[in-house]
């Protein structure tokens, strides 16, 4: 550790000072997580923020710029901000990266192959970094791109933030707009880790492909409004005639 | 096609309107990639900008704000705004995803293998939209990160754009900085293609793996500033003990 005693943002214990936005940001971050605005709905205008936080208009305009950027909340010329939806179409194909070779990016649909309560595999307790003797919730999917199963989906999902998924016997396709809706779980950031790996038999036989081909493994972690882990995710993807798409600017 | 003439945006003849701010960003961002101001550069503040442009100072740190958050800008607190270099260690581990599992991101070192100016390979010219003859250097290159070689690189350089590689014996590991101090080329965006693939024995041999194990190939077309494809790359990753890391917020 330095020892510079001004060096806050190295410091693990020190005060950490953020501009004035950041704060507003952060507050009206919390806000949404606490549905002081539930998605869709439409904030007060810059004018009234202002005057309820006791800043200028000026901090609050730039508040709302960062969280309109992180796509938290979305603008409608000319008629104000909105929280955002993941049934915005940019929202989900942001999520979406798998793509058929030579077409426009496509929401797969799903099909629901098991859903249970267990113990926390040994290889998913990392993901959610706790230890012990966590229950989570194991959803098996298959995926339909292109009218073929492209992608076999196992998804954990902690027991402490989705109990009222007990007895659940369906779900649907767009997972995160349900969280979102149901359980105010707003998935606000992912982390993917792609490796390429051989098809297994049980990958053969969901997947329609040849054990012993390359396929893609994804595995993600998706983070909630408020910085938890609520979601993880292996997904084992057909590589034949698909591809993980990644645009950066 | 719609036939509603205040439809502008979904005309592909009609003029398309733009807010005053998104004007002076791509006027500012044609001052870069004519070198106006170079990498590194400090700009003019937002006064003297403002008067330049005969535009609001508003307006001004509002495209400013737009460069930034693309990373063509970057602010120093209580300094200025300054053109970004690609030595920047953000603007490199931005383009750079292939980590080694449970490690922090690190550079690669490379290892130049070949530099040749070669007739476009077939599988080549569709990444830069062209038809017919274009002559492109071929840079092979192995990368090495954890003391290995885990990636087989084939890069692509019109001959149009780097035309003063000709007789070049040696390559920088960091070819976007190269680009961008040596050729005018800043690389502004990316997209990647990612499938997974088997080892032939020729990445056997360069990576050190078995012939029939999964890698990942990733396909790159790089983008520069003013939106020309000046790079196309291949790269076969080892995905033994590496990943390809997204983070999406």
Same mark, same amino acid.
């Given at each position: 550790m330095k020892n510079n005693r001004f060096d806050n943002k190295l410091s693990q214990t020190g005060v950490v000072f953020q501009p004035l936005y950041t704060q507003v940001e952060n507050h009206v971050k919390q806000l949404i997580v606490e549905q002081r605005w539930k998605p869709g709905e439409m904030l007060p205008n810059e004018f009234q923020l202002a005057e309820e936080l006791g800043v200028s208009q000026g901090t609050v305009r730039k508040a709302l710029n960062g969280l309109t950027s992180a796509k938290i909340l979305s603008r409608r010329q000319g008629v104000g901000t909105f929280v955002s939806e993941h049934t915005n179409q940019d929202s989900l194909y942001r999520y979406y990266p798998i793509i058929c070779d030579g077409k426009a990016p496509e929401l797969p649909k799903a099909e629901l192959l098991s859903l249970e309560l267990i113990k926390v595999p040994k290889n998913v307790l990392a993901a959610f970094g706790t230890e012990g003797n966590m229950k989570v919730f194991e959803v098996l999917r298959r995926r339909i791109l292109n009218n073929e199963f492209c992608i076999f989906e196992k998804i954990y999902l902690p027991h402490t933030y989705? #109990?009222?998924?007990?007895?659940?016997q369906e779900l649907p396709h767009t997972l995160y707009h349900f969280y979102q809706t149901q359980?105010?779980?707003?998935?606000q950031a992912t982390t993917d880790r792609i490796k390429a790996d051989i098809a297994t038999a049980e990958d053969a036989r969901l997947l329609?492909?040849? #054990?012993g081909d390359a396929l893609l493994e994804v595995q993600r972690i998706a983070h909630s409004l408020?910085?938890?882990?609520i979601e993880f995710r292996i997904s084992r993807c057909r590589s034949d005639n698909y591809h993980y798409l990644v645009e950066s600017t």
């Open positions: 989705f #109990k009222a998924l007990e007895g659940t359980f105010n779980l707003t998935v329609g492909v040849k #054990k408020d910085g938890k882990a």
